[in-house]
């Protein structure tokens, strides 16, 4: 499967945007997804993944009540919505594919296949 990640760009702090993953090659309801994210000299984090079915959510404690990830399987797209945003949410973000049932939550293992990152800049 082959993944593109989109929806990024500068925002004001608590101001919004929405990211799009959109699969492509292989249908995206066979596979969990996550979002992470890279800031400048920091690690890989993660930041939220989804089930195939979309019947379970898990999120990174710093964007617990703000971020929000949904899947449109019919669009092969999975979405991360996010809001109130902070300058600490500046960094690269990127999607993910996971064969596992339950999706991994730590740097990025277990994840196959990878997006692209798009850049958010969030202003203070």
């Known amino acids: 499967v082959q993944l593109q990640a989109s929806g990024g760009g500068l925002v004001q702090a608590g101001g919004s945007l929405r990211l799009s993953c959109a699969a492509s090659?292989?249908?995206?309801?066979?596979?969990?997804v996550g979002w992470f994210r890279q800031a400048p000299g920091k690690d890989r984090e993660f930041v939220a993944a989804?089930?195939?079915?979309?019947?379970?959510?898990y999120y990174a404690d710093s964007v617990k009540g703000r971020f929000t990830i949904s899947r449109d399987n019919a669009k092969n797209t999975v979405y991360l919505q996010m809001n109130m945003l902070k300058p600490e949410d500046t960094a690269a973000y990127y999607c993910?594919?996971?064969?596992?049932?339950?999706?991994?939550?730590?740097?990025?293992?277990?994840?196959?296949?990878w997006g692209q990152g798009t850049q958010v800049t969030v202003s203070s």
């Open positions: 993910a594919a996971s064969l596992a049932d339950i999706p991994a939550r730590g740097t990025g293992d277990g994840y196959r296949y």
């Open positions: 090659g292989r249908t995206v309801s066979n596979y969990a």
């Open positions: 989804i089930t195939r079915s979309g019947g379970s959510t």
